[in-house]
């Protein structure tokens, strides 16, 4: 790791101990030498970055693959007597570095903890480990006639302890609101290895402080999630899915804020600029009508009860964004349709990664819809000013803006890497000053950290410092993250 | 030029489930939807509109009452009209007696000089209806059609794809073609075309109406016969070698795998 922005984490690093052969063979007694990696680069390197991209890479000493809570706890009880740093990793999906063993030590991966445990139909709620991929779950508790509503782009990698790490929003948060809301209970181990189990199969409770919602979100700097009891809805009724083209965004914009207020229950709101779209198209080889003449599409997803109601729905949305100025609106209602609709937006990183592998995808800022508008000019603004690339797209109906930049091609990629962020930074203070924040679903990490320092106050941050001690007294879990250190 | 389009509406799932005892397929409470391969020719059918003046396109489909949503779905995409052969008489129709009844559905519409299919049906999965029909009404009968070159003079140019690459055909019209997905890239429905598609009338046709013995209808007129339904087993007898230990453990247990099997 290097780069003035970053900082040297060596000075970090002292503050720990590094793995010797005798604690190896401890870790390796407690959960098995066949769940423990160590002394293989090659193996280790899978461990060493996530989606925030290949700049930020750090080698771990160690990668625990654990199979239970137990193990999990017993990795947190050496950890906790040596003093060695824990990265908890899920899928590694995560786009703001959180899963990056900044200081070494050990990678406590949760990919051996994929079970579904069970669906409760009788209390909605499904119960399952941490390593479950999202789009798993999904899958599993609609074949009991539930939807699991937490929807991230990531659902066919992310693993669901690190949607609730990261709080993570996706495309149905304006329906069905975030991961946070659709968590009941969590089984959580601390550092010290002691195993809390909080909240439950219940949907009320005042019952004191909720530590589940301070683990909520938290991004592995408080505890390691070992199990999660999720909250599952009926399942919806049947949806169909609109494409808008649109002259500009504006008229796109506008448009959102009125197919909102007809009521019509909208499940998902997505914008797409349109280098976004020509990246994407271009990638899953399917091209869109209006690709050249739109500069704006939104892709909206309706539910509706019946199918005349569902008619009647997208007739109505799809009439309002024509008088709203929408080129052309395409209706996609059978499932090869939506799909193919969908598989635009669910590829959009993937291509953009293939395009411009040094592509930074970190952009997550919030604004409240009605700034949407000025938060995109000065996005296209700031981009223009320094004449790199950029590709919105967003959850525009959250307000939740994802600009990507590309790499020009005279900048080497470790400068890069600083650049983009400084970038970021400068348009998190717009978001800031437009009554919004830097990240809506992607988390801190260590990414968005200085920002995220600048942007709170002394007596905010303290208050959090104080939190992070009572869980992490030796601050041996994710050092370098969030708050930093 | 009149063109038509045979369509079918198939269940919208991965996983078709089949009924053991009886040998058909699960149908209730899975969606439906217009066959994917479908939407292949009909996208081709309405290109071939667009291509030549005057062409008018029919989506003509088999099925129960509520088909007539695939019908209406291509119908959105831009076909003229539609027709749906409906009839409780129809019902249990194998591969033959469904050809032969959308083949009597096409003279009843008055006979065309193309008509188009997709490749097969992601239920069936037989690819065997469209050149069936193509045989009953004496049509040059095209598989596997990646491309039309040419349409004019009594004449088509296709090229078809076949094992190894491509082969040019010219045939007589009229013709049956089957094609593939590599054809095109189906268009998506606007707004208007939906609404279109709301408000057209689709008649339906059933069996009085068709010139076609009454033996070659529905079940009693389909040789085919389930007689039992099985299923594959997938079984992967793969050995796990770790080199995490010892390397030269490992690569001389491959070494002598490969060895045994003759590869080295």
Redesign the interface.
């Known amino acids: 790791m290097s780069g003035a922005f970053f900082g040297n984490t060596d000075a970090l690093r002292e503050r720990y101990n590094t793995i010797t052969p005798e604690i190896l063979a401890e870790l390796k007694a407690a959960v098995g030498a066949k769940n423990v ?1 160590a002394g ?1 680069p090659d ?1 280790l390197e899978s461990y060493a970055s996530d989606e925030a991209g290949i700049m930020f890479t750090s080698m771990p000493d160690a990668v625990v693959k654990a199979e239970n809570t137990e193990h999990v706890s017993a990795v947190m009880q050496l950890a906790s007597k040596y003093k060695i740093p824990v990265t908890p990793r899920g899928a590694g999906s995560g786009l703001a570095g959180a899963a990056v063993p900044l200081c070494g030590g050990i990678v406590l991966s949760m990919e051996k903890m994929n079970r579904i445990l069970e669906i409760d139909a009788i209390n909605r709620v499904a119960v399952v480990e941490p390593g479950v991929v999202t789009n798993e779950l999904c899958k599993a508790v609609a074949e009991h006639g539930f939807l699991y509503a937490g929807y991230p782009m990531s659902t066919e990698t992310s693993f669901i302890a690190g949607n609730v790490a990261t709080n993570a929003g996706g495309g149905k948060v304006i329906r069905y609101g975030n991961t946070r809301r659709h968590i009941l209970g969590l089984e959580v181990v601390i550092p010290s290895g002691t195993v809390l189990n909080l909240g439950g199969r219940i949907r009320k409770d005042t019952w004191g402080y909720s530590l589940m919602q301070l683990i909520i979100g938290s991004e592995g700097t408080l505890g390691v999630v070992t199990k999660v009891i999720v909250n599952l809805e009926p399942k919806p009724g049947k949806t169909v899915n ?2 808008a083209a649109f002259p500009d965004l504006d008229s796109a914009v506008d448009s959102v804020a009125k197919v909102i207020r007809t009521g019509i229950p909208v499940i998902s709101c997505e914008l797409l600029d349109k280098i976004s779209v020509n990246i994407t198209t271009k990638h899953v ?5 209006y690709q050249d003449k739109a500069d704006a599409f939104l892709l909206i997803q309706i539910e509706g009860d019946s199918e005349e109601r569902l ?1 009647d729905g ?2 109505k949305v ?2 309002l964004c ?1 008088q709203n100025g929408a080129l ?10 939506s799909t ?2 969908w598989n635009i937006r669910q590829n959009l990183a993937e291509a953009m990664r293939a395009y411009d592998p040094y592509c930074s995808l970190s952009g997550d800022m919030v604004v409240p819809l009605s700034a949407v508008p000025e938060m995109v000019e000065e996005i296209r603004k700031a981009a223009k000013e320094r004449g790199i690339a950029v590709g919105i797209l967003g959850h525009i109906a959250d307000g939740n803006l994802h600009p990507i930049i590309f790499k020009p091609e005279s900048m080497e990629p470790m400068e890069w890497a600083e650049y983009a962020e400084t970038f970021y930074d400068d348009l998190t203070s717009v978001a800031l000053r437009l009554g919004g924040v830097g990240s809506g679903e992607h988390g801190i990490g260590y990414v968005k950290m200085p920002i995220f320092l600048h942007s709170k106050t002394d007596e905010e941050l303290e208050i959090m410092r104080g939190i992070k001690r009572s869980f992490d007294p030796q601050g041996i879990l994710n050092p370098g993250k969030l708050l930093g250190n | 030029m009149r063109v038509a389009v045979l369509v079918k509406q198939v269940p919208a799932t991965e996983n078709v489930k089949i009924d053991e005892t009886t040998g058909t397929m699960i149908r209730e409470g899975v969606e439906a939807e217009l066959n994917p391969l479908d939407l292949h020719a009909v996208e081709e059918a309405v290109r071939l509109k667009e291509r030549f003046e005057g062409t008018e396109v029919v989506v003509i489909s088999m099925g129960p009452p509520q088909a007539k949503k695939a019908v209406k779905a291509a119908i959105a995409m831009g076909c003229d009209r539609g027709v749906l052969l409906s009839d409780r008489k129809f019902a249990g129709s194998d591969t033959l007696a469904t050809a032969r009844t959308l083949a009597a559905g096409l003279v009843h519409e008055g006979g065309f000089d193309l008509a188009l299919s997709g490749e097969r049906a992601t239920d069936g999965e037989t690819g065997q209806v469209g050149p069936a029909v193509g045989r009953i009404l004496d049509m040059s009968a095209l598989t596997f059609v990646s491309e039309v070159e040419s349409v004019g003079a009594g004449t088509i140019v296709v090229r078809r794809a076949v094992e190894g690459g491509h082969e040019r055909v010219e045939a007589p019209l009229p013709a049956m073609l089957s094609v593939v997905k590599e054809i095109n890239v189906p268009r998506l429905c606007t707004l208007g075309g939906k609404i279109r598609a709301k408000k057209a009338e689709i008649p339906v046709v059933g069996a009085a109406e068709l010139t076609i013995p009454e033996e070659h209808l529905g079940l009693a007129g389909s040789p085919t016969k389930v007689v039992r339904v099985s299923y594959p087993q997938i079984t992967r007898k793969g050995k796990k070698l770790s080199a995490s230990d010892d390397l030269d453990t490992a690569l001389d247990a491959i070494r002598g795998l490969l060895a045994d099997r003759g590869a080295v």
Do not use: K, M, Q
């Not at chain 1, 080889?285 to 009508?289: A, D, F, G, R």
């Not at chain 1, 052309?328 to 349709?337: H, K, P």
């Open positions: 990696v293989d193996a609109l494409l080889n399917t091209p869109l009508p008619e997208y007739e799809g009439n024509l052309e609106v395409f209706v996609a209602e059978s499932r090869t349709e193919a609709i």
